[in-house]
Antibody, heavy 127, light 107 residues
Framework: QLQLQESGPGLVKPSETLSLTCKVSGDSIISSLYYWGWIRQSPGKGLEWIGNIFYSGSTHHNPSLKSRATISVDTSKNQFSLNLSAVTAADTAVYYC???????????????????WGKGTTVTVSS | EIVMTQSPATLSVSPGERATLSCRASQSVNSDLAWYQHKPGQAPRLLIFGASIRATGVSARFSGSGSGTEFTLTITLLQSEDFAVYSCQQYYNWPLTFGGGTKVEIK
């Protein structure tokens, strides 16, 4: 059974870089059917998509984060990571990782919805 | 960016009744819409994709409808485990966007 587990510091200081890792177990991250994504939910707000990464390293990002987000993948460890630079209090949120299904082979299909999620990890930005 | 608007923000329903949740897109997303259920401390769960296709293992009490800009998630015969927050997401265009969520609470 596929499981995703987020990990990282729960407290980050303003202006520093938030770093999270999503460990994938139960299946290989190397698949042509899926991207792997990060989503967050700030207090009192809806979900916000941060970005996706393919096992090859190809990425999609939300432009609202103004290039502060970097997503990387480590296929040898079956995990992917998020770095968010220059954080502020507005980046305080529950961060989720998820498997993103393309609807078929990602080279041919372009439907991106999250079919398996991690439980999320809470990150607070505060000095 | 396509803005997704969900209504109502909170829906109070008695167990055994029906809940009808709405999701509106600021422009057409065809049928490229998913619904998720999420509860505190748990992994969100995919319920519906393609606007009306139930994900594997999802009860037939959940049904999705709509296309273009107007979508509905209907939950019949509400059970205790159904009280949660429900979010819609469009995947028609970048960036992927979610609605603000509807909380279904016990009346």
């Amino acid at each position: 059974q596929l499981q995703l587990q987020e990990s990282g510091p729960g407290l980050v200081k303003p202006s520093e870089t938030l770093s999270l890792t999503c460990k994938v177990s139960g299946d290989s991250i190397i698949s042509s059917l899926y991207y792997w994504g990060w989503i967050r939910q700030s207090p009192g707000k809806g979900l916000e998509w941060i970005g996706n990464i393919f096992y090859s390293g190809s990425t999609h990002h939300n432009p609202s984060l103004k290039s502060r987000a970097t997503i990387s993948v480590d296929t040898s460890k079956n995990q992917f990571s998020l770095n968010l630079s220059a954080v502020t209090a507005a980046d305080t949120a529950v961060y989720y990782c998820a498997r993103v299904y393309c609807g078929g082979d990602c080279y041919d299909y372009f439907y991106y919805y999250m079919d398996v999620w991690g439980k999320g990890t809470t990150v607070t930005v505060s000095s | 960016e396509i803005v997704m608007t969900q209504s109502p923000a909170t829906l109070s329903v008695s167990p055994g009744e029906r809940a009808t949740l709405s999701c509106r897109a600021s422009q057409s997303v065809n049928s490229d819409l998913a619904w998720y259920q999420h509860k505190p401390g748990q992994a969100p769960r995919l319920l519906i994709f393609g606007a009306s296709i139930r994900a594997t293992g999802v009860s037939a009490r959940f049904s999705g409808s709509g296309s273009g800009t107007e979508f509905t998630l209907t939950i019949t015969l509400l059970q205790s485990e159904d009280f949660a927050v429900y979010s819609c997401q469009q995947y028609y265009n970048w960036p992927l966007t979610f609605g603000g969520g509807t909380k279904v609470e016990i009346k």
